[in-house]
């Protein structure tokens, strides 16, 4: 079973940098899809950037397109978030979780497609 550990957040000023990692506790993290999601205080989760089980597809947020960029090292069973450019909006708890459906060859955005989430990492910008 996939257990997902997020490290990595931090305070930093804004146009800062923070890299976020998602380590992988079980057995099967290689099969899934995995994603970073954040959750501002007062508002629902949102999908931040996701990575397919091949490598092959990345999506992003519009939001955080072109400062932010996810990749995935199987051989350390860890997904990266290198976050550049923050900016305060940026604050939240980072969380990553799993596809539900294990080698889907394309990323779903919606929350309800996302399983065995992490406990969450703090990132604030300051202005």
């Known amino acids: 079973q996939v257990q997902l550990v997020e490290s990595g957040g931090g305070l930093v000023q804004a146009g800062g940098s923070l890299r976020l990692s998602c380590a992988d506790s079980?057995?099967?993290?290689?099969?899934?899809?995995i994603g970073w999601f954040r959750q501002a205080p007062g508002k629902e989760r949102e999908f931040v950037a996701a990575?397919?089980?091949?490598?092959?597809?990345?999506k992003y947020a519009d939001s955080v397109k072109g400062r932010f960029t996810i990749s995935r090292d199987v051989s350390k069973s860890t997904v990266d978030l290198q976050m550049n450019s923050l900016k305060p909006e940026d604050t939240a708890v980072y969380y990553c979780?799993?596809?539900?459906?294990?080698?889907?060859?394309?990323?779903?955005?919606?929350?309800?497609?996302?399983?065995?989430w992490g406990q969450g990492t703090q990132v604030t910008v300051s202005s």
């Open positions: 979780a799993a596809d539900i459906v294990p080698r889907r060859s394309v990323v779903v955005t919606s929350t309800r497609f996302w399983n065995f």
């Open positions: 079980g057995r099967t993290f290689s099969s899934y899809a």
């Open positions: 990575i397919t089980w091949t490598y092959s597809n990345t």
